[in-house]
Protein backbone atom coordinates (compact mmCIF):
# COMPACT_ATOMS: atom_id res chain seq x y z
CA UNK A 1 0.00 0.00 0.00
CA UNK A 2 1.54 3.50 -1.14
CA UNK A 3 1.63 6.66 1.07
CA UNK A 4 -1.91 8.16 2.33
CA UNK A 5 -3.07 10.98 0.04
CA UNK A 6 -4.31 14.51 2.32
CA UNK A 7 -7.44 15.89 1.24
CA UNK A 8 -6.61 18.99 -0.83
CA UNK A 9 -6.81 18.99 -4.90
CA UNK A 10 -3.78 20.86 -5.76
CA UNK A 11 -4.54 22.82 -9.33
CA UNK A 12 -1.96 23.41 -11.93
CA UNK A 13 -1.85 23.95 -15.72
CA UNK A 14 0.37 24.11 -19.04
CA UNK A 15 -0.88 24.93 -22.55
CA UNK A 16 1.03 23.24 -24.43
CA UNK A 17 -0.88 22.90 -28.13
CA UNK A 18 1.57 21.24 -30.57
CA UNK A 19 -1.28 20.32 -33.09
CA UNK A 20 -0.52 19.49 -36.81
CA UNK A 21 -3.83 19.41 -38.49
CA UNK A 22 -3.79 22.06 -41.06
CA UNK A 23 -7.31 23.70 -39.33
CA UNK A 24 -5.39 24.44 -36.00
CA UNK A 25 -2.21 26.39 -37.30
CA UNK A 26 -4.93 28.30 -39.58
CA UNK A 27 -6.88 29.10 -36.56
CA UNK A 28 -3.62 29.72 -34.99
CA UNK A 29 -2.13 32.08 -37.61
CA UNK A 30 -5.76 34.01 -37.95
CA UNK A 31 -5.87 34.64 -34.37
CA UNK A 32 -2.63 35.24 -33.64
CA UNK A 33 -1.68 38.61 -31.89
CA UNK A 34 -5.13 38.89 -30.38
CA UNK A 35 -5.30 40.06 -26.79
CA UNK A 36 -7.48 37.62 -25.49
CA UNK A 37 -9.13 37.28 -22.04
CA UNK A 38 -6.30 33.89 -21.90
CA UNK A 39 -5.26 31.65 -24.53
CA UNK A 40 -4.80 29.26 -21.34
CA UNK A 41 -7.63 27.48 -19.94
CA UNK A 42 -5.97 26.59 -16.84
CA UNK A 43 -7.37 30.47 -15.89
CA UNK A 44 -10.03 30.66 -16.91
CA UNK A 45 -11.43 27.60 -14.78
CA UNK A 46 -9.16 28.86 -12.09
CA UNK A 47 -11.84 32.09 -11.70
CA UNK A 48 -14.69 29.79 -11.41
CA UNK A 49 -12.83 27.57 -8.60
CA UNK A 50 -11.93 30.61 -6.64
CA UNK A 51 -15.11 32.20 -7.07
CA UNK A 52 -17.37 28.94 -6.06
CA UNK A 53 -15.13 26.64 -4.12
CA UNK A 54 -14.20 27.35 -0.57
CA UNK A 55 -10.37 28.20 -0.56
CA UNK A 56 -9.70 26.35 2.53
CA UNK A 57 -10.44 22.84 0.57
CA UNK A 58 -7.87 23.34 -2.41
CA UNK A 59 -4.67 24.50 -3.44
CA UNK A 60 -2.44 25.83 -6.93
CA UNK A 61 0.67 25.86 -8.06
CA UNK A 62 0.38 27.95 -11.30
CA UNK A 63 1.86 26.30 -14.96
CA UNK A 64 4.02 25.13 -16.19
CA UNK A 65 5.73 27.41 -19.70
CA UNK A 66 5.33 26.35 -22.65
CA UNK A 67 7.19 28.38 -25.65
CA UNK A 68 4.96 31.06 -27.62
CA UNK A 69 4.70 29.75 -30.89
CA UNK A 70 3.41 26.16 -29.06
CA UNK A 71 0.41 27.70 -27.15
CA UNK A 72 -2.68 27.71 -28.69
CA UNK A 73 -2.93 31.38 -29.50
CA UNK A 74 0.92 32.54 -30.25
CA UNK A 75 1.70 36.56 -30.36
CA UNK A 76 2.46 38.00 -33.63
CA UNK A 77 6.00 37.86 -33.06
CA UNK A 78 5.74 34.07 -33.35
CA UNK A 79 3.30 34.06 -36.17
CA UNK A 80 6.57 32.86 -38.97
CA UNK A 81 7.39 30.09 -36.19
CA UNK A 82 4.19 28.90 -36.10
CA UNK A 83 4.46 26.03 -39.50
CA UNK A 84 3.94 22.87 -39.96
CA UNK A 85 7.51 21.65 -40.44
CA UNK A 86 8.16 23.01 -37.24
CA UNK A 87 4.83 21.18 -35.33
CA UNK A 88 6.04 18.03 -36.73
CA UNK A 89 9.70 18.19 -35.97
CA UNK A 90 8.33 18.85 -32.33
CA UNK A 91 6.75 15.99 -32.47
CA UNK A 92 8.67 13.19 -34.03
CA UNK A 93 11.68 14.75 -31.64
CA UNK A 94 9.36 13.25 -28.93
CA UNK A 95 8.91 17.08 -28.01
CA UNK A 96 5.45 15.80 -26.08
CA UNK A 97 7.79 13.36 -24.17
CA UNK A 98 9.64 16.19 -23.08
CA UNK A 99 6.89 17.85 -21.40
CA UNK A 100 5.10 14.80 -20.07
CA UNK A 101 8.47 14.13 -17.81
CA UNK A 102 8.42 17.88 -16.66
CA UNK A 103 4.75 17.46 -16.01
CA UNK A 104 6.17 14.58 -13.74
CA UNK A 105 8.79 16.53 -12.41
CA UNK A 106 6.67 19.39 -11.12
CA UNK A 107 3.88 17.44 -9.58
CA UNK A 108 6.86 15.13 -7.92
CA UNK A 109 8.45 18.82 -6.36
CA UNK A 110 5.38 20.82 -5.84
CA UNK A 111 2.63 18.78 -5.65
CA UNK A 112 2.90 15.09 -3.76
CA UNK A 113 1.20 14.17 -1.30
CA UNK A 114 -1.45 16.41 -2.45
CA UNK A 115 -4.23 15.42 -5.32
CA UNK A 116 -2.45 16.96 -8.87
CA UNK A 117 -5.18 18.53 -10.48
CA UNK A 118 -4.13 19.39 -13.85
CA UNK A 119 -5.94 21.85 -16.81
CA UNK A 120 -4.13 21.47 -20.37
CA UNK A 121 -4.73 21.11 -23.75
CA UNK A 122 -2.72 18.19 -24.83
CA UNK A 123 -3.35 15.11 -23.80
CA UNK A 124 0.36 13.64 -23.80
CA UNK A 125 1.01 15.12 -20.44
CA UNK A 126 -1.77 13.07 -18.60
CA UNK A 127 1.25 10.52 -19.37
CA UNK A 128 3.64 12.24 -17.24
CA UNK A 129 0.98 13.16 -14.20
CA UNK A 130 0.33 9.32 -13.81
CA UNK A 131 4.04 8.15 -14.38
CA UNK A 132 4.56 10.48 -11.64
CA UNK A 133 1.65 9.16 -9.63
CA UNK A 134 3.55 5.63 -10.79
CA UNK A 135 6.20 6.41 -9.10
CA UNK A 136 4.90 7.63 -5.62
CA UNK A 137 2.27 4.35 -5.16
CA UNK A 138 2.81 1.06 -5.65
CA UNK A 139 2.20 0.30 -9.56
CA UNK A 140 -0.60 -2.32 -9.28
CA UNK A 141 -2.72 -0.03 -6.54
CA UNK A 142 -3.49 2.36 -8.84
CA UNK A 143 -6.50 1.96 -11.78
CA UNK A 144 -6.39 4.76 -14.76
CA UNK A 145 -10.02 5.79 -16.01
CA UNK A 146 -9.91 8.12 -19.66
CA UNK A 147 -12.94 9.10 -20.61
CA UNK A 148 -12.49 9.92 -24.11
CA UNK A 149 -13.72 9.65 -27.36
CA UNK A 150 -10.57 8.58 -28.46
CA UNK A 151 -8.70 5.70 -27.83
CA UNK A 152 -5.25 7.54 -27.29
CA UNK A 153 -2.90 4.19 -27.47
CA UNK A 154 -1.76 3.82 -31.47
CA UNK A 155 1.85 4.76 -32.21
CA UNK A 156 2.41 6.72 -35.37
CA UNK A 157 3.40 3.59 -37.86
CA UNK A 158 -0.31 1.89 -37.52
CA UNK A 159 -1.88 5.23 -37.88
CA UNK A 160 0.26 5.55 -41.43
CA UNK A 161 -0.65 2.15 -42.39
CA UNK A 162 -4.52 2.83 -42.06
CA UNK A 163 -4.12 5.89 -43.86
CA UNK A 164 -1.92 4.29 -46.60
CA UNK A 165 -4.92 1.45 -47.17
CA UNK A 166 -7.56 4.64 -46.96
CA UNK A 167 -5.71 6.35 -49.85
CA UNK A 168 -5.53 3.05 -51.92
CA UNK A 169 -9.00 1.72 -51.22
CA UNK A 170 -11.40 4.41 -50.53
CA UNK A 171 -12.04 6.94 -53.70
CA UNK A 172 -13.22 9.52 -51.67
CA UNK A 173 -10.40 9.72 -48.91
CA UNK A 174 -9.67 12.99 -46.78
CA UNK A 175 -6.43 12.34 -47.62
CA UNK A 176 -3.54 13.48 -50.20
CA UNK A 177 -1.11 10.19 -51.24
CA UNK A 178 1.18 13.64 -51.55
CA UNK A 179 1.29 14.41 -48.48
CA UNK A 180 4.85 13.52 -47.24
CA UNK A 181 3.68 13.76 -43.54
CA UNK A 182 1.67 11.06 -43.90
CA UNK A 183 4.44 8.50 -44.58
CA UNK A 184 7.57 7.61 -42.61
CA UNK A 185 6.95 8.67 -39.48
CA UNK A 186 8.96 7.53 -36.30
CA UNK A 187 6.75 5.90 -32.86
CA UNK A 188 6.83 9.29 -31.14
CA UNK A 189 4.83 9.54 -27.46
CA UNK A 190 2.29 11.87 -28.06
CA UNK A 191 -1.43 13.08 -27.76
CA UNK A 192 -2.19 10.20 -30.04
CA UNK A 193 0.11 7.37 -28.54
CA UNK A 194 0.45 7.85 -24.79
CA UNK A 195 -1.31 5.26 -23.21
CA UNK A 196 0.44 2.88 -25.50
CA UNK A 197 3.56 4.37 -24.43
CA UNK A 198 2.34 3.02 -20.73
CA UNK A 199 0.77 -0.29 -21.64
CA UNK A 200 4.69 -0.86 -23.51
CA UNK A 201 6.43 0.71 -21.02
CA UNK A 202 4.86 -1.36 -17.92
CA UNK A 203 3.24 1.91 -16.39
CA UNK A 204 0.00 0.43 -16.19
CA UNK A 205 -1.16 -2.93 -15.80
CA UNK A 206 -3.71 -3.30 -18.70
CA UNK A 207 -6.39 -4.95 -16.53
CA UNK A 208 -6.80 -1.39 -14.28
CA UNK A 209 -6.89 0.38 -17.21
CA UNK A 210 -10.51 1.60 -18.52
CA UNK A 211 -11.82 3.70 -21.33
CA UNK A 212 -15.10 5.38 -21.34
CA UNK A 213 -17.04 6.75 -24.38
CA UNK A 214 -14.56 5.72 -27.06
CA UNK A 215 -16.10 6.46 -30.39
CA UNK A 216 -13.11 5.56 -32.57
CA UNK A 217 -13.30 1.61 -31.91
CA UNK A 218 -13.64 0.05 -35.75
CA UNK A 219 -16.64 -1.68 -36.02
CA UNK A 220 -16.74 -5.51 -35.97
CA UNK A 221 -16.80 -5.69 -40.10
CA UNK A 222 -13.39 -3.83 -40.49
CA UNK A 223 -11.75 -6.44 -38.53
CA UNK A 224 -12.78 -8.64 -41.47
CA UNK A 225 -10.17 -7.25 -43.60
CA UNK A 226 -7.21 -9.64 -44.47
CA UNK A 227 -4.59 -6.46 -45.46
CA UNK A 228 -1.59 -5.98 -43.49
CA UNK A 229 -1.94 -2.26 -43.60
CA UNK A 230 -5.22 -2.34 -42.09
CA UNK A 231 -4.63 -5.65 -39.89
CA UNK A 232 -1.71 -3.48 -38.02
CA UNK A 233 -4.09 -0.40 -36.97
CA UNK A 234 -6.89 -2.91 -36.01
CA UNK A 235 -5.04 -4.75 -33.83
CA UNK A 236 -3.45 -2.08 -32.08
CA UNK A 237 -7.12 -1.90 -30.56
CA UNK A 238 -7.89 -5.51 -30.63
CA UNK A 239 -4.95 -6.00 -28.34
CA UNK A 240 -6.03 -4.01 -25.68
CA UNK A 241 -9.10 -6.13 -24.71
CA UNK A 242 -6.91 -9.18 -24.97
CA UNK A 243 -4.75 -7.51 -22.41
CA UNK A 244 -7.67 -6.72 -20.44
CA UNK A 245 -8.20 -3.57 -21.04
CA UNK A 246 -11.97 -2.49 -20.36
CA UNK A 247 -13.34 -0.21 -23.32
CA UNK A 248 -17.09 1.30 -22.63
CA UNK A 249 -18.10 2.95 -25.77
CA UNK A 250 -20.04 5.78 -26.84
CA UNK A 251 -22.81 3.21 -28.14
CA UNK A 252 -22.44 1.38 -25.07
CA UNK A 253 -22.99 4.77 -22.71
CA UNK A 254 -26.34 5.44 -24.77
CA UNK A 255 -27.38 1.71 -23.43
CA UNK A 256 -28.22 3.51 -19.64
CA UNK A 257 -25.99 4.09 -16.49
CA UNK A 258 -26.28 0.54 -15.19
CA UNK A 259 -23.40 -0.22 -18.09
CA UNK A 260 -21.58 2.10 -16.62
CA UNK A 261 -21.98 1.86 -13.19
CA UNK A 262 -21.27 -2.24 -13.51
CA UNK A 263 -17.89 -1.23 -15.08
CA UNK A 264 -16.97 1.26 -12.36
CA UNK A 265 -17.75 -1.18 -9.77
CA UNK A 266 -15.02 -3.85 -10.99
CA UNK A 267 -12.46 -1.37 -10.13
CA UNK A 268 -10.12 -2.71 -7.13
CA UNK A 269 -7.33 -0.78 -6.82
CA UNK A 270 -7.10 1.52 -3.22
CA UNK A 271 -6.55 4.55 -6.08
CA UNK A 272 -7.74 6.27 -9.02
CA UNK A 273 -6.37 8.89 -11.46
CA UNK A 274 -9.13 10.07 -14.04
CA UNK A 275 -8.52 11.58 -17.00
CA UNK A 276 -11.31 13.72 -19.00
CA UNK A 277 -10.93 14.46 -22.39
CA UNK A 278 -13.20 17.23 -22.97
CA UNK A 279 -14.08 15.84 -26.50
CA UNK A 280 -16.47 13.86 -24.96
CA UNK A 281 -18.85 16.17 -25.64
CA UNK A 282 -17.57 17.43 -28.76
CA UNK A 283 -20.32 18.98 -31.17
CA UNK A 284 -22.71 18.15 -28.44
CA UNK A 285 -22.42 19.70 -24.98
CA UNK A 286 -19.80 22.02 -25.86
CA UNK A 287 -17.25 22.82 -29.02
CA UNK A 288 -14.07 24.28 -27.35
CA UNK A 289 -12.12 21.36 -27.73
CA UNK A 290 -9.15 20.41 -30.53
CA UNK A 291 -11.33 17.30 -32.00
CA UNK A 292 -14.00 17.85 -33.21
CA UNK A 293 -14.50 14.62 -35.15
CA UNK A 294 -16.66 12.81 -33.75
CA UNK A 295 -19.93 14.11 -31.98
CA UNK A 296 -19.84 13.76 -28.68
CA UNK A 297 -22.24 12.81 -25.59
CA UNK A 298 -24.70 15.21 -23.91
CA UNK A 299 -23.84 17.67 -21.09
CA UNK A 300 -26.20 15.76 -19.04
CA UNK A 301 -24.48 12.48 -20.01
CA UNK A 302 -21.23 14.10 -18.98
CA UNK A 303 -22.23 14.60 -15.65
CA UNK A 304 -23.66 11.24 -15.25
CA UNK A 305 -20.27 9.96 -15.56
CA UNK A 306 -18.80 12.90 -13.35
CA UNK A 307 -21.67 11.33 -10.34
CA UNK A 308 -20.50 8.09 -11.14
CA UNK A 309 -17.04 8.83 -10.58
CA UNK A 310 -17.84 10.93 -7.59
CA UNK A 311 -19.99 7.24 -5.99
CA UNK A 312 -16.72 5.24 -6.52
CA UNK A 313 -14.64 8.17 -4.19
CA UNK A 314 -17.61 7.97 -1.44
CA UNK A 315 -16.99 3.85 -1.53
CA UNK A 316 -13.67 4.50 -0.58
CA UNK A 317 -11.08 4.84 -3.18
CA UNK A 318 -8.97 7.53 -3.11
CA UNK A 319 -8.81 10.08 -5.98
CA UNK A 320 -4.93 10.17 -6.60
CA UNK A 321 -4.93 12.81 -8.95
CA UNK A 322 -7.04 13.68 -12.51
CA UNK A 323 -7.16 16.10 -15.45
CA UNK A 324 -8.95 17.72 -17.68
CA UNK A 325 -7.37 18.05 -21.19
CA UNK A 326 -7.81 18.75 -24.94
CA UNK A 327 -9.53 22.04 -24.67
CA UNK A 328 -9.12 24.47 -27.59
CA UNK A 329 -9.58 27.99 -26.31
CA UNK A 330 -9.78 29.81 -29.18
CA UNK A 331 -13.12 28.23 -29.75
CA UNK A 332 -13.93 27.81 -26.08
CA UNK A 333 -13.52 31.98 -26.21
CA UNK A 334 -16.35 32.10 -28.76
CA UNK A 335 -13.66 33.54 -31.19
CA UNK A 336 -14.23 30.63 -33.82
CA UNK A 337 -17.52 29.94 -32.28
CA UNK A 338 -21.46 31.52 -32.54
CA UNK A 339 -22.66 32.58 -29.01
CA UNK A 340 -20.62 31.59 -25.72
CA UNK A 341 -19.39 28.23 -25.47
CA UNK A 342 -20.17 26.61 -22.43
CA UNK A 343 -16.59 24.64 -22.42
CA UNK A 344 -14.88 26.30 -19.16
CA UNK A 345 -18.47 26.15 -17.13
CA UNK A 346 -18.66 22.53 -17.61
CA UNK A 347 -14.96 21.20 -17.17
CA UNK A 348 -15.32 23.75 -13.72
CA UNK A 349 -19.08 21.70 -13.46
CA UNK A 350 -16.98 18.26 -13.60
CA UNK A 351 -14.11 18.98 -11.42
CA UNK A 352 -16.52 20.26 -8.83
CA UNK A 353 -18.72 16.83 -8.92
CA UNK A 354 -15.46 14.37 -8.80
CA UNK A 355 -13.15 16.63 -6.53
CA UNK A 356 -15.10 18.01 -4.18
CA UNK A 357 -18.01 16.27 -1.99
CA UNK A 358 -21.06 17.66 -2.49
Same mark, same amino acid.
Not at 165 to 193: E, G, M, Q, W
Given at each position: ?????????????????????????R???????K??K $???P?????E?????????????R?????P???????????????????I?????????L??A????????????P?????????? $?? &??????????FY??????????D?????????????????D?????? $??Y??N????????????????????? &??G???????????????????A????? /??IE????????????????? &?K??L $?????T????????? &??????????????R?A?? /???????????????????L?????????????G????????R????WE?????R????????????????
Amino acid at each position: MGKILNNHPVFFGCALDPDERDESIREKIRLSGKDPK $SDDPYFEIMELVRQEVNPETWEERGIIPVPQWLRPIPPLSMQRDVLLDNIVRFIDGDGCLDFAQLVSKFIEEYILPGIPCMVAVDH $SL &TGGAFTSLVGFYDPDDISLIVVDSHVDALPASAMSEAIQYDIATNPN $SVYDPNDPFLKNRPDSYNASSFIYYLL &TEGLIDPRNLYLVGVSDYPPKRAFRIRD /GRIEHYLDCYSSLKRNGVKIL &TKKDL $SLGGVTLTNLIRRIR &TPYVYISIDMDIGARNALN /GVRFLNHQGISENQMYRIALNLRELIDRGVRLAGMDLMEFNPRRACSWETQGDDRTYRIAFNLIKTICFKQ
